[in-house]
């Protein structure tokens, strides 16, 4: 079974306690107020004592565990969690958000959304253009859907607990091992042994993760990898929410077919649609000259005039659920490390490849 990715940002805490002028500082108070905050005294402003908790624990050990909960969550209110996204397809983001509203209900938490276009968001930085929910500093927590610049979410972690969908910030590796080898032992197992990969976008980090478990996975399976048959796009293309232009790539294309590469994987639905197309275009016949197959389609609907394309893929709404989830438990939990949650994917056999040798 495969995998997609949540991933939590944090700052990486400091082996030694806590410096109270530090937390200081970095907040703009006096040390007598970070030390009432710290011991949950009264008389400080509980959005304050709220980050400086928060910002205590990103710094080093804090033995009042409770003090944020209390002053995070008074009473019954909910949560107030806020989701940024940074696209131009809504119907994604509608079902990230029917997982996400359909998990709130329990933990009786409330969900915000923003959205942003790539040129505002910096704005998120800017105390006067960002949302109300991060001027105030009213969101307990924030989930980042699609791909921010990575100062920003670097940023936006060290102010709020932060959950980023699919998209890696802080340099950890994404293991994509089982749903990307299963891709490429199906197309193995049906006799491809020259198997390209298309959509390498070096910007991108699930790009350049499932490229490297492509990789693996030749390797495991003693499979040549011919440099020549990796074919990258840039990144507008990589981010695009439509299928793109094969101007820059198709001649590299149409070499390396010619060369008898008769399989190709892609790291993504739109990449597959796009190959896909291109290949019907060039008179191509899926399967009987090529295989393709693609990865993580999510809830992304095939279009009706193209072939069902074989994917491994997870729900959007599932992972929608998880990053809520995920957030609650850091907020209650903020001191706990900073971790990558696997979302189980499925394989999904479509039209676009051969048969296994064993069910001709």
């Given at each position: 079974m495969s995998r997609c990715y949540l991933h939590l940002l944090m700052a990486r805490p400091k082996s030694d306690r806590t410096n109270l002028a530090g937390i200081a500082t970095r907040m703009g108070v006096s040390i007598p107020t970070v030390s009432r905050a710290l011991r949950d005294m009264d008389g400080i402003h509980a959005d304050t004592r709220a980050e400086i908790v928060t910002i205590a624990h990103q710094m080093g050990n804090v033995t009042k565990d409770n003090a944020l909960k209390r002053s995070t969550r008074k009473g019954d209110s909910p949560?107030?969690?806020?989701?940024?996204?940074?696209?131009?397809?809504?119907?994604?983001?509608?079902?990230?958000?029917?997982?996400?509203?359909?998990?709130?209900?329990?933990?009786?938490?409330?969900?915000?959304?923003?959205?942003?276009?790539?040129?505002?968001?910096?704005?998120?930085?800017?105390?006067?253009?960002?949302?109300?929910?991060?001027r105030s500093r009213q969101a307990h927590g924030l989930v980042l859907l699609h791909r921010w610049p990575t100062e920003v979410a670097r940023a936006l972690a060290r102010r709020f607990?932060?959950?980023?969908?699919?998209?890696?910030?802080?340099?950890?590796?994404?293991?994509?091992?089982?749903?990307?080898?299963?891709?490429?032992?199906?197309?193995?197992?049906?006799?491809?042994?020259?198997?390209?990969?298309?959509?390498?976008?070096?910007?991108?980090?699930?790009?350049?993760?499932?490229?490297?478990?492509?990789?693996?996975a030749l390797t495991r399976l003693d499979l040549e990898l011919d440099p020549r048959n990796i074919v990258r796009i840039d990144l507008p293309s990589a981010l695009s929410p439509d299928e793109f232009s094969s101007v820059p790539w198709a001649d590299h294309v149409r070499t390396r077919l010619r060369d008898k590469v008769d399989a190709w994987i892609c790291p993504s639905a739109l990449t597959g649609q796009t190959l896909c197309r291109f290949f019907l275009g060039e008179g191509v016949r899926m399967p009987d000259d090529v295989s393709l197959a693609n990865y993580h389609s999510g809830s992304r609907l095939n279009p009706p005039d193209l072939p069902e394309i074989t994917t491994a893929s997870v729900v959007d709404e599932e992972l929608g659920g998880a990053a809520v989830r995920r957030i609650i438990n850091h907020i209650e939990n903020p001191g706990e490390s900073r971790r990558s949650i696997l979302i189980p994917a499925r394989l999904s056999v479509g039209t676009t490849r051969r048969p296994p040798f064993a069910a001709r």
């Open positions: 949560y107030q969690l806020l989701a940024l996204s940074q696209t131009t397809s809504l119907d994604i983001d509608q079902r990230f958000m029917t997982g996400m509203s359909n998990a709130t209900a329990a933990p009786n938490a409330s969900m915000l959304w923003h959205l942003s276009t790539s040129d505002q968001c910096a704005n998120m930085r800017d105390p006067k253009l960002a949302p109300a929910a991060l607990p932060v959950v980023s969908i699919v998209h890696d910030y802080l340099g950890s590796n994404i293991d994509d091992r089982r749903g990307m080898g299963e891709l490429v032992e199906h197309l193995h197992s049906a006799g491809h042994r020259k198997i390209g990969f298309f959509g390498l976008c070096p910007e991108v980090s699930w790009s350049c993760g499932r490229y490297g478990t492509f990789v693996e």
